[in-house]
């Protein structure tokens, strides 16, 4: 088993066997049961121990817990709902059952939301509808924001840092007589998760080794009878070694915790009474990973500092990827590379993927050498060898981004640009900044929704379904020196650019207009002629005029006849006919 490391990453069990132990002579062990009792342990445990689902007939789990599919962001819903489903399912219950024992005792759910009748938690018995609400919980991990959280804490906090972390938030939460969440790992075999109680002092023994503070829990692993002092994490801290008795684990320092202790961030997309909003702060923790054998360097981007975060050489493992909290970050590759770099940016609202296509030219003809810099909102690529041919640039958001929601997924293809270009996201649609000529294509996206509201997906649930904005315009095609907003209206797609420089994009480029330069003439039905003769001759070469713009007689075909109506409409402007 892995550690967490990815949004495909599910938590998973190992088997343990009984562990030699011993305790210190002047500790009583009936002290941990005590204090257990006192935190509320005898009552605040589900009676159910850690299952796994059957796995035999997959479609059928997946109509059967289709609550996940509905709960999807577009992060989660555009990558691979069917991947991330498999896994999550094939893992045990423990993350449910700790995250329900969690929001149970802290209040913030009732037993009888989880069963009808029962008073306390342990009174709960397992059913067919306990086990949707329990697996509904085991879907945090599959959700941008918690699996975030904790990979951060897991990859960028040193040990003795989560071991720090582990006991003051057991004090704290202990003052309080809150529960909290932790999930546990190694790096090969062993990955749980199980609910901290509290916290005590003593002197306990294991395996000749010396431990002075004893985090109390509730693990599903064992027999599902409330506290278990053998599934407790006992910890030295002075020098921060830990050991888990009933695993059998932690004596050298090879497990890694994340803790969590906000209810809103272990209820959010929960199945009873979900958390809207998050109380922790998790906007600025950026997942960064990058597939490249170039000499690649990583900054998390702060105030406007750069900090190195990662150096990577030619010669290492090509896919990386990483947890950073950052405002945003910049990847710089310095020389030529054997492979397709691709890039992919993650916070709680955008999924951005940039990928540097051949485009049939070998490669080293056209040295992928480019700074990007990549933010919430802004993705800007500045070349720093030759020109790109071409870039595949996906921007996928959180529907209510936009006015017209639920469009929120943008395919952009940057052909034969300058040096240099800034795509930013803005409220009313995709901004193309450049510095030179550029061609692209613009490709929006929604997802069609159900009568409730949900997403729809098809029949294998491999994939959303998606629709283009309309069948037969479904592109922005683009050839332009200017900046230029592509936004969406009435199922429409419209340009703007801005043509007294306020830098609001109000002025609508009219039919006939391909180069977006705000005007309608020769140069345009140059363009329009281009495009007609390439087309005919079954050319590969890219020219950036679409029927959106270019068929200016609107009958459906770009040909010399639009160049000629062009010219027309550019006589009778120059020669006052039309003002």
């Excluded at 419209?494 to 180069?515: L, S």
Aim: glycine share 6%; proline share 2%.
């Amino acid at each position: 088993m892995k550690k967490i490391l990815s949004v495909l990453t599910a938590f998973t069990l190992c088997t343990s066997v009984s562990p030699l132990y011993s305790y210190a002579d002047d500790v009583n062990i009936t002290d941990l049961n005590s204090i257990a009792s006192s935190l509320g342990a005898d009552t605040d445990y589900m009676n159910i121990a850690d299952y796994h689902h059957n796995y035999d007939d997959i479609t059928a789990l997946m109509d059967k817990y289709t609550d996940y599919f509905w709960n999807c962001s577009v992060l989660e819903a555009s990558y691979d709902p069917n991947g991330v489903f498999s896994k999550i399912i094939q893992s045990g219950s423990s993350i449910g059952i700790s995250a329900l024992e969690v929001l149970s005792h802290n209040k913030v759910i009732k037993p009888s939301d989880i069963q009808p009748g029962a008073n306390t938690l342990n009174e709960i018995s397992y059913n067919d509808d306990v086990d949707k609400i329990i697996t509904s919980y085991q879907f945090l991990q599959g959700y941008t924001e918690f699996n975030n959280y904790t990979n951060f804490m897991v990859i960028n906090l040193s040990y003795d840092e989560q071991i720090n972390q582990l006991i003051e938030t057991a004090e704290n939460n202990m003052k309080n007589n809150k529960y909290f969440f932790i999930s546990v790992s190694d790096s090969e075999k062993f990955s749980h998760a199980v609910c901290g109680i509290g916290i005590a002092d003593g002197v306990w023994e294991w395996n000749g080794e010396e431990y002075d503070k004893c985090i109390l829990t509730l693990d599903s692993n064992e027999n599902a009878t409330g506290f278990n002092e053998k599934s407790c994490i006992y910890i030295n801290s002075e020098t921060k070694r830990c050991y888990i008795p009933s695993h059998e684990m932690g004596t050298d320092n090879n497990l890694s915790f994340a803790v969590v202790d906000d209810d809103t961030l272990l209820n959010y997309k929960g199945s009873i009474n979900p958390s809207k909003t998050i109380n922790t702060d998790i906007s600025d923790i950026k997942h960064i990973s990058y597939d490249t054998t170039s000499d690649t360097k990583l900054y998390a981007v702060n105030n406007g500092n750069k900090t190195l975060f990662d150096e990577t050489s030619s010669n290492e493992q090509a896919e990386r990827i990483k947890f950073i909290k950052a405002d945003s970050v910049h990847i710089n590759m310095n020389d030529e590379t054997t492979e397709y770099p691709h890039f992919r940016y993650i916070n709680s609202d955008r999924w951005i993927n940039i990928e540097f296509q051949n485009n049939g030219n070998v490669m080293n003809q056209k040295p992928y050498n480019a700074d990007v810099d990549i933010s919430d909102n802004e993705v800007h690529i500045k070349c720093n060898q030759d020109d790109i041919d071409d870039i595949d640039l996906q921007i996928r958001m959180n529907e209510g981004t936009y006015n017209y929601s639920p469009f929120f997924w943008w395919n952009i293809n940057l052909f034969d640009f300058a040096d240099e270009i800034n795509v930013e996201v803005r409220d009313n649609g995709i901004l193309l900044k450049n510095n030179g000529h550029i061609k692209a294509t613009i490709t929006p996206y929604c997802y069609l929704l159900d009568e409730n509201g949900h997403f729809k997906f098809n029949s294998s649930y491999s994939n959303i379904s998606i629709g283009s904005v309309n069948s037969q315009e479904k592109n922005a095609v683009i050839e332009t020196d200017n900046n230029v907003l592509i936004s969406i209206e009435n199922q429409e797609i419209m340009y703007y650019i801005d043509k007294n420089g306020d830098d609001v994009y109000d002025d609508i480029v009219e039919k006939g207009d391909v180069n977006c330069d705000g005007f309608i003439n020769a140069s345009d039905a140059s363009l329009v002629l281009a495009k007609y003769a390439s087309d005919s001759a079954n050319s590969s070469e890219y020219i950036g005029v679409g029927n959106n713009l270019g068929d200016y007689n609107g009958d459906g075909v770009i040909n010399a006849s639009d160049a000629s109506d062009v010219l027309a409409y550019y006589a009778d402007i120059s020669s006052g006919k039309i003002n």
